[in-house]
């Protein structure tokens, strides 16, 4: 076996969205008649679905209540996100870089008529042989089912592939289909979220990821479990 693809999460993996993220659900809070909350207290709500975010932020579950939430967020997110988005650092060089030799997409449960912009804007959607989203539909959809359609572009197989995320729910979504992950502690996660959810790696940032990829691939075209390899890197 050896590696035959990078699938990649979006928020808090390639692009720092803290202030364009967390500014929109401060102003849908604020337009539902609620208190602002400081950004970094907004870091946990960056990167689930945004009915999850919605209804924690909200403490209800209700329907309405959520979806008049979701349309006050977007209504300043699609306007605002392409001048408030910023690359992780080293971005366009590592992706060239992976990109060179080995196919990369995308899986975010971000709506992907947001997410394809963002990559247009940071000149780097061209390095991606897919991006999959949500779409607008708040139908609970999970990380699981947005991977599911990326394998698609990788023959329907999850032999060979490795995912990078930040959050618990990249790691669940990755292993529900037999895939590992690298977490990435730059993000919105954190170590511990990230090992307790079974990442098999812990790499920096994404500089870390060119030498960690090529150590996996190494591992496995000598038939060795790369799993085995140090589990944090960077």
Not at 55 to 81: C, D, M, N, Q, V
Not at 211 to 219: C, T, V
């Amino acid at each position: 076996m050896q590696l035959r693809g990078v699938i990649f999460d979006l928020d808090g993996v390639l692009i720092d969205s803290l202030r364009s993220i967390g500014t929109s659900l401060n102003h849908a809070l604020v337009a539902m008649g609620r208190e602002p909350l400081p950004l970094e207290q907004l870091r946990p709500r960056i990167g689930p679905p945004i009915e999850d975010s919605a209804a924690a932020l909200l403490g209800s579950h209700e329907p309405a209540l959520i979806a008049a939430f979701i349309e006050r967020y977007r209504a300043r997110y699609g306007a605002t996100a392409l001048a408030e988005t910023e690359p992780m650092a080293g971005l366009a060089e590592v992706l060239a870089e992976l990109a060179g030799w080995v196919p990369l997409a995308v899986a975010t449960s971000k709506a992907e008529v947001y997410a394809r912009p963002i990559l247009a804007g940071l000149g780097v959607d061209r390095y991606f042989r897919a991006i999959h989203g949500r779409s607008l539909a708040l139908d609970g959809e999970g990380k699981a089912a947005v991977i599911g359609r990326a394998l698609a572009d990788f023959d329907g197989r999850a032999d060979g592939l490795v995912m990078v995320g930040d959050r618990s729910h990249d790691v669940v979504g990755a292993r529900a289909h037999g895939i590992p992950t690298i977490g990435v502690l730059h993000g919105m996660g954190g170590r511990e979220e990230l090992l307790a959810a079974g990442a098999a790696w812990l790499a920096d940032d994404l500089r870390a990821l060119p030498g960690l990829l090529r150590r996996i691939d190494a591992a496995w075209r000598a038939g060795q479990d790369p799993r085995d390899m140090p589990g944090e890197t960077g």
